[in-house]
T-cell receptor, first 114, second 112 residues
Framework: EAGVTQSPTHLIKTRGQQATLRCSPISGHTSVYWYQQALGLGLQFLLWYDEGEERNRGNFPPRFSGRQFPNYSSELNVNALELEDSALYLC?????????????FGPGTRLLVL | TQLLEQSPQFLSIQEGENLTVYCNSSSVFSSLQWYRQEPGEGPVLLVTVVTGGEVKKLKRLTFQFGDARKDSSLHITAAQTGDTGLYLCAGDRRASGSRLTFGEGTQLTVNP
């Protein structure tokens, strides 16, 4: 069974540009989560999508947005990039069918803003 | 204030030593997960603990969930260089908007 996939693996942008990151969940998983992880630090929750709807968002400005498609894949968009947006962006998926909330992570997209 | 406090934040030991990392909270969790993350990769699930007082073993790793389901520990016996990584605990509070709440992690380095 394929795991969570993310693309691209690396992304280099300049300040003010926009970045689009993509995630495909494990087959059968309907929930997708996005996290930001700055170098050496813990995971900061960004967004949670389930069944195509945004369920919750973390403490991030509105220039961080996203969507979930009918096939449950997801996009994270970051507008007006700032230097401090440089980080590893992780996507995770989960299934409502499991007895406990377990999130399975993709390898991440490393975003560098110059 | 971090909901899940992990300690120590950094740990550097020699191969063959034992170690314990802790994950503490004042909140009750319905389950708690431990993940290990290697540089440049996503976290990989190690174990899920559900029942208060539960102990799970995964080879040289022993995970314990506190009786009150507020804290957990991870003990590694005879650490190996391959154990190096960031260890994250994550708690499931069903009422939480993000489903899982992550600790800041313990960065473990095992030196040869």
């Amino acid at each position: 069974e394929a795991g969570v996939t993310q693309s691209p693996t690396h992304l280099i942008k300049t300040r003010g540009q926009q970045a689009t990151l993509r995630c495909s969940p494990i087959s059968g998983h309907t929930s997708v989560y996005w996290y930001q992880q700055a170098l050496g630090l813990g995971l900061q929750f960004l967004l949670w999508y389930d069944e195509g709807e945004e369920r919750n968002r973390g403490n991030f400005p509105p220039r961080f947005s996203g969507r979930q498609f009918p096939n449950y894949s997801s996009e994270l968009n970051v507008n007006a990039l700032e230097l401090e947006d440089s980080a590893l962006y992780l996507c995770a998926s989960s299934s409502k069918g499991e007895p406990t909330e377990t999130q399975y992570f993709g390898p991440g997209t490393r975003l560098l803003v110059l | 204030t971090q909901l899940l406090e992990q300690s120590p934040q950094f740990l550097s030991i020699q191969e063959g030593e034992n170690l314990t990392v802790y994950c503490n909270s004042s909140s009750v969790f319905s389950s708690l997960q431990w993940y290990r993350q290697e540089p440049g990769e996503g976290p990989v699930l190690l174990v899920t603990v559900v029942t208060g007082g539960e102990v799970k073993k995964l080879k040289r790793l022993t995970f314990q969930f506190g009786d009150a389901r507020k804290d957990s520990s991870l003990h590694i016996t005879a650490a190996q260089t391959g154990d190096t990584g960031l260890y994250l605990c994550a708690g499931d509070r069903r009422a939480s908007g993000s489903r899982l709440t992550f600790g800041e992690g313990t960065q473990l380095t095992v030196n040869p």
